[in-house]
């Protein structure tokens, strides 16, 4: 996860590019209205699983699914924990 850095007392041009460059980054992770968006899943230089993404849906009786797609298209569900906040770990 990203932070943003602390605001200096006086403006700092480095402090500021720093900023840009962090929002910029956070802006481009970000889901958009009206435009198309997709999850995909990226791999360390040995093949390893970084971070992938997930849609995770909520059924009537409160139980979470992750929404999960094979290469071949085929789409499938599982069910998912929650924490201690309803929040599903995915």
Known sequence: MKYVPLAPEGYDQRYQTELNTIISELDASMMKL?????????TDSSGNKEQTG??????????FYKLQVANGGTLSTSAVTTDQTSNPYV
């Open 34 to 42: 009206d435009t198309v968006n997709y999850l995909s899943s990226t």
């Open 54 to 63: 997930a849609i995770v849906l909520q059924s009537p009786d409160g139980t």
